[in-house]
């Protein structure tokens, strides 16, 4: 069965700095790989997805991930955040033939002056 | 344009009550899905379709029920028998292509239930 680790439940980073957040998953097969942005109250917006090719992954907002299958992770980075920012992210993952995505449990941005 | 809706955005429920949450999309998508969200378990499956008259049960369908009688429409019924619904429910609808999970899913803003 697939599964979709987020270790790190909150994270603090002033205005400015870099972002990384990490995303681990299990799966057997090349995975589905997506991150979603969600703020508080709404649904949760794609903002970016791999699926196969080229393992860096532009998406939006000036978010990118890495797809590193020796280290089954897909994390999300930005060089230099926004207080807009603020909210939680959730790293998901599928596979062909699996109409099911799994969502890991989520980081909580804070962005700090 | 076109996106999902879900109504009503906050809903109480009572004591042995039934209660409806609506779900409608004019993307027209194939497969919609309804998952629960709680503080710290991100979000988990109840119930999702991928095609009209046609539903299968997620992760934590039990007390839960739905109907897809239409395209457009997905709505999810929190049952008495769910003891513990106080949670915030989210619709989201995908396209299908290569494998469900090729299309990422298009969300509504949710809707809050909580228990009188």
Known sequence: AQSVTQPDIHITVSEGASLELRCNYSYGATPYLFWYVQS????????????????L????????????????????????????????????????????????????????? | DGGITQSPKYLFRKEGQNVTLSCEQNLNHDAMYWYRQDPGQGLRLIYYSQIVNDFQKGDIAEGYSVSREKKESFPLTVTSAQKNPTAFYLCASSNPGEGYSNQPQHFGDGTRLSIL
């Open chain 1, 57 to 113: 992954v532009q998406g939006i907002k000036g978010f990118e991930a890495e797809f590193k299958r020796s280290q089954s992770s897909f994390n999300l980075r930005k060089p230099s955040v926004h207080w807009s920012d603020a909210a939680e992210y959730f790293c998901a993952v599928g596979a062909v033939g699996n109409e099911k995505l799994t969502f890991g449990t989520g980081t909580r941005l804070t962005i700090i002056p």
């Open chain 1, 40 to 55: 508080p109250g709404q649904g949760l917006q794609l903002l970016l997805k791999y699926f196969s090719g080229d393992t």
